[in-house]
């Protein structure tokens, strides 16, 4: 049925006028004198056909046909109804229902009022002596139009509005079933969008679920294989390089793989997909959008630049836009930031100082009341990302400014080499610190000791 209406809505009116057009020439053949263009309702047959074809395409064309006829008629430019011709006013009618069918509602509306307008204009000239000659049951008008008018006026008007009706009433029924059938189909996609967003809801409540899942298991069992494998490094400084080398490969892997399980898990996005993560060519735009902050950054390197690995590349990142974040928050606008990345070491040792915010005048309360310290996490994250790319971090105050130096080793190290200190007693992270912790190069002036710098880092937790 919906099929047959989409055909009918598109090819209807066409159809609907050569059938029109055929049955009056066939119902009238033998009246036309053997011409079709000499007979009297050729023109009016034309013009009605015309408005019934072009009624679903260009509804106001089709109008004006009807309006040609009636005004043609008046101005006695096209020949007035024969008493049995009046019918052929019946196909305006049949082009409103197919209007009303079709059209938009502010068409409709013209439709409709010009087809009343229309249908008194036929009636009366049907009845006037002057145009028509009665119409098959009304007599001849002889004596003026008063009489006839006064007496079946309202009677043909009446029965021409009620054909229009029944037009009419036809094309807004077809329009309203299609648009019932458009109301249905829409509630019915909105039901389906709808279970839907619910099955994409608990398919993401189960993947954060699942995510959050895995990762307290990879975090606590990395973690558990990682100190280990350093605890056992520890206690058995006594036993064969080979062993010391396997229990130093089984932390930097479980490190390493928690760093990248991380990442992964939280790049996972709403739609499954993995989120590109931050790398070491991303700094760069990080720090010109912070001194489009009004940050103030200088910054520098040194030596020659070693990959790293994905998990290493994020944790310096995320350091270095810690640091700078808590430059702006502390420092306000205008901070001095100098950083600097060391390559010379067995890893990258990066250094960071920032001013600090003046002191408070005398007698002015101190908005951050050291006496009520907050714990913050700024500086805790980034311990353990650092923690979990191999490496440490150190931050506390240095006079006017605040130092954060951060140590990462480099990803590749030949298995075969006696970790340093492993004779002393120490660890191959216990020997390279203090070796990877060189002054600011721009700053001219040397960074704590690693013990001074950890005291006081948890003094300036609050910097988090």
């Not at 809505?9 to 033998?30: H, I, K, N, Q």
């Not at 973690?223 to 006594?238: E, F, N, P, W």
């Not at 070796?435 to 988090?464: F, H, N, Y």
Request: proline share 5%.
């Amino acid at each position: 049925m919906e099929q047959i209406l989409k055909y009918a809505r598109l090819w209807g009116a066409p159809v609907a006028a050569v059938v029109f057009f055929s049955l009056w020439c066939v119902g009238e053949a033998g009246r036309m004198g053997g011409s079709l263009l000499m007979w009297e309702g050729f023109w009016p047959l034309v013009l009605m056909t015309l408005a019934i074809a072009t009624a679903t395409w260009k509804p106001l064309v089709s109008l004006g046909f009807t309006a040609s006829l009636l005004a043609g008629q008046l101005f006695a430019l096209i020949p007035p109804m024969a008493p049995n011709h009046w019918a052929i006013y019946v196909g305006s009618f049949i082009a409103l229902g197919f209007i009303l069918w079709t059209a938009p509602r502010r068409i409709r509306f013209i439709a409709a009022g010009t087809n009343t307008a229309a249908a008194a204009v036929m009636a009366f000239l049907m009845l006037s002596w002057r145009y028509g000659d009665g119409v098959g049951w009304f007599m001849p008008a002889t004596a003026g139009d008063r009489w006839m008018l006064q007496n079946n006026g309202w009677q043909l008007f009446a029965l021409l509005l009620l054909i229009a009706a029944a037009c009419s009433a036809v094309g807004l029924l077809l329009a309203l079933y299609q648009e019932r059938g458009s109301l249905f189909r829409a509630r019915e996609q909105a039901q389906n969008s709808l279970k839907e967003t619910e099955i994409d809801l608990v398919v993401e409540q189960e993947r954060i679920r699942i995510a959050r899942d895995l990762h307290d298991v990879l975090a606590h069992s990395l973690a558990v294989i990682a100190a280990q494998a350093d605890g056992t490094r520890y206690l058995s400084k006594d036993q064969p390089k080979a062993i010391l080398n396997a229990l130093d490969t089984i932390a930097r892997s479980a490190r390493s793989a928690l760093v990248d399980a991380q990442r992964v898990i939280e790049g996972v996005r709403d739609d499954g997909m993995v989120a590109p993560q931050p790398r070491l060519s991303d700094i760069p735009a990080l720090i010109d959008g912070m001194q489009r902050g009004s940050l103030k950054i200088a910054s520098s390197e040194s030596g020659t630049p070693v990959e790293l690995s994905g998990g290493q590349e994020m944790a310096v990142f995320r350091i270095v836009q810690e640091c700078l974040t808590n430059a702006l928050k502390h420092g306000g606008r205008g901070t001095d930031v100098r950083l600097h990345f060391d390559w010379s070491g067995p890893g990258l040792t990066l250094h960071v100082a920032s001013t600090t915010a003046p002191a408070a005048p005398a007698g002015q309360a101190d908005p951050a009341d050291r006496s009520t310290p907050r714990v913050g996490r700024g500086l805790a994250g980034m311990r353990e990302r650092a923690h979990l790319a191999g490496g440490w971090l150190t931050a506390g105050p240095d006079g006017e400014h605040f130092r954060v130096t951060a140590f990462i080793p480099f990803g590749s190290r030949d298995a075969t080499e006696e970790p340093a200190g492993s004779a002393a007693g120490g660890t191959v992270d216990e020997a390279a610190a203090p070796a990877a912790r060189p002054a600011l190069a721009t700053a001219g002036v040397s960074l704590p000791a690693a013990p001074a710098s950890e005291a006081s880092g948890q003094e300036a937790d609050d910097r988090g």
